[in-house]
């Protein structure tokens, strides 16, 4: 089994940054090696759907409109962590984000759907006040 923690969540105000961690641990049934998973990270805000906010997979990267130019992803693959680095903060931030994790090493082309991915983890909380 595949194991997802994330931390790095907060409150903060517009215009400020954070960095989401995303640490992976086990081994999936498929025997994909953890640096071949596909990591995307989603967010879900209250009284809304989970939404695609960003993934990383055979060193692509993909995001979701909403956060493009101010949210980057990336990955130690040392510290089998994948990373969200998050800049200009709004208050349309606020969300519960979680990471979640491909490990069929089926190769991605876009950004996946929620339906695509295997493994997910908790989530942590991000708070923007204005």
């Known amino acids: 089994e595949v194991q997802l923690v994330e931390s790095g969540g907060g409150l903060v105000q517009a215009g400020e940054s954070l960095t989401l961690s995303c640490a992976i641990s086990?081994?999936?049934?498929?025997?994909?090696?953890?640096?071949?998973?596909?990591i995307g990270w989603f967010r879900q805000a209250p009284g809304k759907e989970r939404e695609r906010v960003s993934c990383i997979a055979d060193g692509y990267k993909f995001y979701a409109d909403s956060v493009k130019g101010r949210f980057t992803i990336s990955r130690d693959n040392a510290k089998n962590t994948v990373y969200l680095q998050m800049n200009s903060l709004k208050p349309e931030d606020t969300a519960v984000y979680y990471c979640a994790a491909i490990v069929t090493g089926i190769v991605i082309g876009s950004l996946p759907t929620e339906n695509e991915f295997d493994y997910w983890g908790q989530g942590t909380q991000v708070t923007v006040s204005s």
């Open positions: 086990g081994s999936a049934p498929s025997g994909v090696a953890t640096d071949d998973y596909a």
